[in-house]
């Protein structure tokens, strides 16, 4: 008799700028062999697109209307995802200040959000996805099989944002107004603000080292692989 195939898991991994999801995600996903699902690529990508048609971030009848005419689309590869934008590929850009700072106003919009959600479904749905952002185990998949929530200090989290972006200087300051800014729309946003969910292992890398937080992520994730060949 032919073993079945092992169910794949749907993993959330949420929490606030400079925690470390991005880079936990990217490498949980290559070692089982999963696909990240970054949700706030495809919000920067939107973003992007705002900023290239000049649509006001707080016009959410015309971001919506902007999303729906919009073609986001994650390729896996060695570095991380691609990112394409109406074919083009933006991975670079979306990463730079103006962007990020677009994406956080862009993304509090409720009709914008309902209509990421949906792709964001569409895309994990059938499982063997990691999927990181901020609603992702409240909002996005409250069903997960596994949802962490990864956390850290916010003085640490601003340092990390500027040795990941290289700044220094005087733009050290204004890069680290912004990170509190958008820390505080996350958190105190009508729709899905940036909360852990009731059954989340929550994870406080503050003073962890990144193989450290990968290595207890892993056991969570073996634990959950063996309760389904049970």
């Given amino acids: ?4 195939p092992e169910r794949k898991l749907i993993i959330a991994i949420d929490g606030p700028a400079g925690a470390g999801k991005s880079t936990i995600a990217s490498r949980l996903a290559r070692k089982l ?10 919000y920067r990508a939107l973003a992007l697109k705002a900023i290239e048609w000049d649509v006001s971030f707080d016009d959410e009848a015309a971001l919506l209307d902007l999303a729906k005419k919009s073609r986001i689309k994650l390729e896996p590869s060695l570095g991380g995802n691609r990112v394409l934008l109406d074919g083009k590929d933006v991975s670079a850009r979306i990463r730079e200040r103006d962007v990020s700072e677009a994406a956080s106003r862009v993304s509090v919009n409720p009709k914008v959000r309902e209509w990421m ?16 952002g901020r609603d992702i185990g409240t909002k996005v998949f409250p069903d997960a099989d596994l949802k962490i929530f990864l956390d850290a200090d916010p003085v640490v989290r601003e340092q990390r ?6 700044i220094r ?3 050290a300051e204004a890069t680290a107004a912004e990170l509190r800014e958008r820390d505080r729309r996350d958190r105190t946003r009508a729709t899905s603000p940036l909360v852990p969910a009731p059954d989340a292992v929550i994870i406080d890398s503050t003073n962890l080292p990144e193989d450290e937080v990968l290595r ?3 056991e969570l994730v073996e634990q959950k692989l063996t309760q389904t060949r049970s």
Avoid: C, F, H, W
């Fill in 216 to 218: 207890r992520i892993e």
């Fill in 161 to 166: 944002r500027l040795d990941q972006q290289k």
């Fill in 117 to 132: 959600v949906d792709r964001l479904r569409e895309l994990g749905t059938g499982g063997g996805v990691i999927m990181e």
């Fill in 1 to 4: 008799m032919d073993t079945p």
């Fill in 169 to 171: 200087g005087p733009s």
């Fill in 33 to 42: 062999g999963y696909t990240n699902l970054e949700s706030g690529a495809m």
